[in-house]
């Protein structure tokens, strides 16, 4: 039986505004296996991107537990999760969030040099995962002067470059043409098989959710439904 890299257990999350509470998730259980790619689909304010937060640390639940790599979210510090998040997580999200001004080799290896890597090492780490994902002949160009998929490829060696264990991917194709898109996921799909990491993607596009391994449905902050692809 293979690694369990995720495990959830009757998340809920709640909002309040005033008087108002709004719960965004409500009792979510969810087990991710290693090397796994799962798609969640639901429309939107369903609580998809509340529940990628949550799993990737980056929010906290109101209730219920988290385990990452057999580790409680909930007993890490906040430098702890940030830790963990630079080594072992990796972020692609809709509107890529590149600094508009480094050039695309600066944002891809700024992770490596947060994380306490040399300059050097960082420089030849980006410039191979630049060719790997074909932007070596714009690597020292700024994402303003990118095409929306050559910004979004830019994103992906970012998010790959320190190696992570789990892949966290927000719309990842839902700024992108048709076309496109499915050469992001033709992409994704290689660098998948290749590393073999794990990818948990929110989508609602009904064209990626079929590479994942399995469909997750949400509505109104819960499970209603699972479809595995064959």
Request: hydrophobic share 40%; aromatic share 4%; with cysteine.
């Amino acid at each position: 039986m293979s690694e369990i890299m995720v495990e959830a257990k009757d998340l809920v999350k709640t909002y309040k505004t005033g008087q108002v509470e709004v719960k965004a998730l409500r009792g979510v259980n969810l087990t991710v296996r290693k090397g796994d790619m799962i798609a969640i689909m639901g429309p939107s304010g369903c609580g998809k991107t509340t529940l990628l937060n949550i799993l990737s640390g980056l929010d906290d639940a109101t209730s219920g537990t988290v385990m990452i790599e057999g580790q409680d979210l909930s007993q890490m510090s906040d430098n702890q999760k940030t830790e963990h998040r630079a080594k072992r997580m990796g972020f692609i999200f809709q509107f890529y969030n590149l600094l508009p001004v480094l050039t695309a080799i600066e944002n891809v290896e700024m992770p490596l040099l947060v994380s306490g890597s040399s300059a050097k090492e960082a420089r030849e780490q980006a410039i191979e995962i630049m060719r790997v994902v074909g932007l070596e002949e714009v690597m020292h160009s700024k994402p303003g002067a990118l095409s929306g998929g050559e910004r979004q490829r830019t994103t992906i060696a970012r998010a790959l470059i320190s190696k992570p264990a789990i892949i966290w991917g927000d719309e990842l194709t839902g700024d992108l043409d048709d076309e496109t898109a499915n050469t992001i996921m033709d992409l994704v799909a290689r660098l998948r098989k290749e590393t073999q990491a794990t990818f948990v993607i929110v989508t609602h596009n009904p064209e990626v959710g079929k590479r994942a391994d399995k469909i997750l449905y949400m509505r109104s902050g819960q499970f209603v439904r699972e479809e595995k692809n064959v």
